[in-house]
């Protein structure tokens, strides 16, 4: 079975009255990763329901950091079974949103998986340099929708300039071009040259 992820990746969370939408962001994810030292640990705290790194979760990924504060300080005033209940599927799902929904592979053999703090800065560089978004939006962007993003720009770059792969290499027309070939068109224009009389 696939899991199909939304274009736009957000969670609620619904109890004691409170309801808090989060977004899987770029800097949630950075931040959550460093913090407590990769994702095997984070998903081990989120699958015992510690509650540090719940609120820590809640509060990096909230849209609305009040909103976000009022959840978990209602959380520790109550009871926690019934949070657990309502919190530990969407939370589940939000942890798995840090990881960009996988492509369609080309039948090609993966390469060496790159650190998630190195591959989380290659997502900032490809949001901010290839697609021109300012740091904000980088920041508050899913690393999917930035991955989905850049598909849909080198898409087009292709389709208006070409592959790589199907054309043939497009000499700049500014580069010097050697002596040798300056004399072949040389030679061959004087010979079309002399067959025109």
């Known amino acids: 079975m696939t899991l199909q992820r939304p274009g736009y990746e957000e969670v609620t969370i619904a109890h004691g009255g409170r309801t808090v939408s989060l977004r899987p962001t770029l800097r ?13 640990a984070l998903f081990r705290r989120v699958d015992e329901f510690h509650l540090g790194a719940i609120s ?7 849209c609305s950091r009040q909103d976000a504060a009022a959840l978990v300080f209602g959380i520790s005033r109550g009871p926690l079974f019934p949070f657990m209940l309502a919190a530990r599927e969407p939370l589940a799902q939000l942890c798995r949103s840090f990881m960009p929904a996988p492509e369609k592979t080309s039948g090609k053999a993966p390469g060496n998986p790159l650190p998630w703090a190195d591959y989380y800065r290659e997502l900032y560089r490809t949001a901010t340099g290839w697609l021109g978004w300012t740091p904000e939006v980088a920041w508050n962007a899913t690393p999917t929708e930035i ?3 850049a598909a849909g720009k080198f898409a087009m770059l292709r389709a ?38």
Request: net charge negative; aromatic share 2%; charged share 35%.
């Open 28 to 40: 949630a994810a950075v931040d959550l990763e460093r913090l407590h030292d990769g994702f095997p």
């Open 56 to 62: 820590e979760i809640i509060l990096s990924c909230s």
């Open 160 to 197: 208006i300039h070409g592959s790589g792969e199907d054309d043939k290499p497009i000499r700049d027309p500014l580069a010097p071009v050697p002596p040798e070939k300056v004399r072949e068109g040389i030679a061959r224009l004087r010979s079309l040259s002399g067959k025109a009389r």
């Open 147 to 149: 991955n989905e993003a």
